[in-house]
């Protein structure tokens, strides 16, 4: 296993996000739509929100990168992610999906299979019990919160890229970012970010900035995760004895201050390659 704590084009990823602005098309749910816009706009991006059927293929092909969430799913939006999904695949935009709370329904499992059969896409991003569902592997959901005793973050996540044949993140207390081959492994973080409500849905469209700006979708996330983590690391180091609430506005205003400096001293990063 190998470091990549000297590699600099993960910190400068961020100064490349933050010179481009990349327009972040999101369909999400909606318990963290406004945490979400005010996320990417701290980071250096630009949110557009829109679930229309009439609207989202045209937003889709206007944006540098799409993201589809089914934390509040219902047949309408599924219905919206899927065109948004194939105008996007058509422009050659980057699709990240965020299977949130795969596994707790029928429903719920049934939309995410039947987007992977319709769109082509780029990153999925989510907890290791909700990859496994949606890789077909058996693991406890309880509401939309991963209660898997999994421990072997590595091991799903590459079975679940080689089955959905794309990369996959899969966070927790480190995260694993893989294309089935490759594995990266990111330390940074807080575990207070457990007790934000968006926290980890935040975290996916600010994957989708990074990788607009990144054709090498692993190295976009690891940056990604890495900046994100830092943020939230240097909030609790600031104010340690802070409290959920606080943290979620002091965490969007260290998104906005964390710097290329930043991301480059405290990066977390380690690379696995395949055999």
Do not use: W
Not at 148 to 171: M, N, Q, R, W, Y
């Amino acid at each position: 296993m190998t470091s990549l704590k000297n590699r600099p084009e993960v910190e400068e990823l961020l100064a490349r996000l933050r010179e481009s602005s990349p327009l972040i098309h999101n369909i999400t749910n909606v318990v963290v739509t406004n945490f979400t816009a005010n996320g990417l706009l701290a980071i250096g991006a630009s949110p557009v929100m829109a679930y229309a059927k009439e609207e989202v293929a045209e937003m889709a092909r206007a944006a540098d990168a799409l993201v589809l969430n089914i934390g509040t799913l219902n047949a309408d939006n599924v219905e919206s992610m899927i065109i948004a999904g194939k105008a996007a695949n058509a422009a050659n935009t980057p699709v990240i999906l965020d299977p949130v709370g795969a596994g707790a329904t029928s429903f719920r499992t049934a939309s995410i299979q039947r987007i992977l059969q319709e769109v082509k896409i780029t990153l999925l991003r989510g907890n290791a019990a909700e990859t496994a569902n949606v890789a077909g592997m058996k693991a406890k959901i309880k509401g939309v919160d991963s209660v898997s005793s999994l421990e072997d973050h590595a091991g799903i996540a590459v079975k679940a890229s080689k089955i959905i044949g794309a990369p996959v993140c899969i966070t927790g207390e480190k995260d694993v970012v893989t294309d089935g081959q490759t594995v990266y492994y990111v330390g940074n973080g807080h575990p207070i970010m457990t007790k934000v409500t968006g926290a980890g849905c935040l975290l996916s469209s600010v994957l989708a900035a990074f990788i607009a700006v990144e054709q090498d979708v692993l190295l976009a996330a690891a940056a990604g995760l890495a900046a994100y983590g830092i943020a939230a690391e240097k909030v609790v180091h600031n104010k340690p004895d802070i409290g959920p609430g606080s943290f979620q506005t002091a965490f969007l205003d260290e998104l906005s201050r964390i710097d290329v400096e930043d991301v480059k001293k405290y990066k977390k990063i380690e690379e696995q390659a395949g055999e």
